[in-house]
């Protein structure tokens, strides 16, 4: 099944395509939520969405700007524009970055389906060819290596991420690929995985309308209750408590981390 997300500052836009689309009958999961284009960012590299809606006037990072962001790390991601101006340079800017549909607002029942039907035909179309294909062995250098792997981790670490899949990628093995790494920044990558995923968890918790358990999924964990556990691990409080205090006093900064020893 595929994955979907909508970037939109209009929570109204977004109860209106999850009502509208045809997500089972067309193998795409309901859709989840962000709601500018920064907080966008960060849920594509969690989410790995395989079709996104996008506004195209939203605060902090507008449509253009996202595009020319996310385009280059997500090529294979089907970019439909949902956006009330029906203006030429967002016409253009979404045909410069291979945006394979422009929806005027308001949505219309029919445009939104068909849309979805496209992006799942190229998807479908686009796995058929890709399948069996492998990556090109590689010869980075070892500083180059190093920073390779921070990359990959910076945009994966929503995902169970093992060393076997490191060596699989960059052609090293688990020892020289994790020396590598503590070395360059002295801590061990899952050491680092984690404090990236509690860093993002605190994030999320601040956004009241994200459950702990969709939060909890987001960042690759399928036990909410593991989740909780390892974030009042990592910072000495449970995330409904984080979440309670930070609303009864949003200016008081929590405790800080506790880092977990080994990797």
């Keep these: 099944m595929y994955r979907s997300l909508i970037i939109d500052d209009e929570k109204p836009v977004h109860r209106v395509i999850k009502a509208l689309g045809n997500w089972y009958q067309l193998d795409i999961a309901e859709p989840e939520s962000a709601y500018d284009g920064k907080s966008g960012l960060s849920a594509m590299r ?14 902090m990072m507008n449509g253009s700007e996202f595009l020319k962001t996310a385009y280059p790390e997500f090529p294979h991601a089907k970019i439909i524009v949902v956006s009330g101006y029906d203006e030429f340079t967002f016409a253009r800017t979404a045909i410069q970055y291979h945006v394979i549909d ?14 979805l039907k496209k992006a799942r035909d190229l998807l479908d179309e686009e796995n058929h060819v890709q399948r069996g294909e492998q990556n090109e062995p590689s010869s980075l250098g070892a500083e180059r290596l190093a920073d390779a792997v921070k990359d990959y981790l910076d945009r994966n670490y929503a995902r169970d991420i093992h060393l076997s899949e490191l060596v699989d990628k960059f052609h090293f093995s688990k020892e020289y690929i994790s020396r590598l790494f503590r070395e360059k920044y002295d801590t061990g990558i899952y050491e680092y995985v984690l404090k990236s995923r509690m860093t993002r968890a605190k994030e999320l918790l601040l956004e009241n309308d994200l459950r702990i358990q969709s939060i909890s999924e987001r960042l690759g964990y399928k036990d909410s209750n593991y989740f909780s556990k390892a974030f009042r691990t990592f910072y000495g409080i449970s995330p409904s ?5 930070h609303l009864n006093n949003p200016s008081e900064n929590h405790q800080k981390p506790t880092f977990l020893k080994g990797s």
């Design 46 to 59: 969690e989410l790995r969405p395989d079709i996104v809606f996008l506004d195209m006037k939203m605060p």
């Design 102 to 115: 422009y929806l005027l607002k308001p949505i219309v029942e029919e445009d939104l389906n068909s849309a």
């Design 241 to 245: 408590k984080f979440r309670e205090q």
